[in-house]
């Protein structure tokens, strides 16, 4: 199988300007109505290079697992105000049911 950029007719160092110059000239010479499945295979090998080309800045909107170190005193403190909160008297409990 070959490559996106050789359908194209493309090296793998091409800009922007020329991979686009280049898919709008295969077009022009398979046209769909003509040669559909040529067209297909056009389109795809242009849409893949395209979506490569942009892969490099979606690598920002990646979800990355964070590296953190927990403060194990900060912790218990949480944890003992946590604690604090839901200890609750048999009379307070009382008079929130009823």
Do not use: C, W
Not at 64 to 84: D, F, G, T, Y
Request: overall charge negative; aromatic content about 10%.
């Amino acid at each position: 199988m070959t490559s996106h950029y050789e359908q194209l007719g493309l090296s793998p160092g091409a800009t922007t300007a020329q991979i686009k110059a280049a898919y709008h000239a295969k077009l022009r010479e398979f046209p769909a109505h003509t040669y559909p499945e040529e067209f297909k295979a056009i389109r795809g090998a242009y849409e893949a290079i395209r979506r490569g080309e942009t892969t490099q800045h979606e690598d920002f909107l990646k979800f990355r697992p964070l590296e953190a170190e927990l403060n194990l005193e900060s912790l218990k403190q949480v944890q003992e105000k946590a604690i604090a909160q839901l200890e609750v008297s048999l009379e307070d409990l009382i008079r929130a049911t009823f």
